[in-house]
């Protein structure tokens, strides 16, 4: 079974540009997570979606967001970047068959600086 | 609020050693999972074992061990015969009343040496 995917890779905006970043999770996977990892603050909750709807939410300002669609695909956009935006966003997906045990699996990262 | 403390920055083992990474949590929830992840150079997060709040048993996965000790909210990782390829950051996470969100600890760099 494929892992999860995340694309691009590797992203250079300059400061006030938008991107938008992508997700493909596990094959079956109905949740996708984002999470922010920087080497100040360390790995931060962005927003969790489940079934196209955000069910979560990190202490995130409204520049941060995203969304899912039916085939379980999400996406997040940060709009109006920053320099402190430089980081490693990493995604991963859980089945949530059991609430107990629902392991979040997480894909390679997108690194974003923005200049 | 939950938290997760590891106190270890950075950690040496021998090759073929063992190595415990220590972490310690904090919630008020009496229902929670902790999970250990490695993340290589590359980036990306490898899921290693699970323990689960309800648990008897320590977890175990392949040559990873998990020493829960829930009295003391403690969730060591144990690497046995430790491999040049385990040299990694660690990081210790927690999920408890809110779904698919994980709270992390700050990470241990674990080096394995020759």
């Known amino acids: 079974k494929a892992g999860v995917t995340q694309t691009p890779r590797y992203l250079i905006k300059t400061r006030g540009q938008q991107v938008t970043l992508s997700c493909s999770p596990i094959?079956?996977?109905?949740?996708v997570s984002w999470y922010q990892q920087t080497p100040g603050q360390g790995l931060q909750f962005l927003f969790e979606?489940?079934?196209?709807?955000?069910?979560n939410k990190g202490n995130f300002p409204g520049r941060f967001s995203g969304r899912q669609f039916s085939n379980s695909r999400s996406e997040m956009n940060v709009s109006t970047l920053e320099l402190g935006d430089s980081a490693l966003y990493l995604c991963?997906?859980?089945?949530?068959?059991?609430?107990?045990?629902?392991?979040?699996?997480f894909g390679p990262g997108t690194r974003l600086t923005v200049l | 609020a939950q938290k997760i403390t590891q106190t270890q920055p950075g950690m040496f083992v021998q090759e073929k050693e063992a190595v415990t990474l220590d972490c310690t949590y904090d919630?008020?929830?009496?229902?929670?999972?902790l999970f250990w992840y490695k993340q290589p150079s590359s980036g990306e997060m490898i899921f290693l074992i699970y323990?689960?709040?309800?648990?008897?048993q320590n977890a175990t996965e392949g040559r990873y061990s998990l020493n829960f000790q829930k009295a003391r909210k403690s969730a060591n990782l144990v690497i046995s015969a430790s491999q040049l390829g385990d040299s990694a950051m660690y990081f210790c996470?927690?999920?408890?009343?809110?779904?698919?969100?994980?709270?992390f600890g700050t990470g241990t760099r674990l080096q394995v040496t020759l």
């Open positions: 991963a997906s859980s089945s949530l068959t059991s609430t107990e045990t629902d392991t979040q699996y």
């Open positions: 094959s079956g996977h109905r949740s």
């Open positions: 979606y489940f079934s196209e709807t955000q069910r």
């Open positions: 919630t008020s929830d009496p229902s929670y999972g």
């Open positions: 323990q689960g709040s309800y648990d008897q």
């Open positions: 996470a927690m999920r408890d009343t809110t779904p698919s969100k994980l709270t």
